[in-house]
């Protein structure tokens, strides 16, 4: 698989466009903002997030693979358990 090269220029233009966005249509609604990326956070992006708000934050795919491995779980069996108990006769 090829891994395409990190632009730090690109990467905080994209993530400002999206911040403004999000500003202007949804804050007032959702005042909690993340960024989710499926990378390594490096240093530089964790500083450049969090400086936008002090309510925005950045999840790479360490974050991710925690919460599917520790807060899903429960989720999941609970569904488990309702689709175990259900007759599909």
Known sequence: MLQKKYDKSQF???ILTDFKKYETHWKSEFPNWEVIVNHEVSPDQLKFVDKLSANTHIKGIKQILHIIENEL?????????YLHGISFR
């Open 73 to 81: 779980n429960h989720s999941q069996r609970e569904l488990y358990t």
């Open 12 to 14: 905080e233009r994209k």
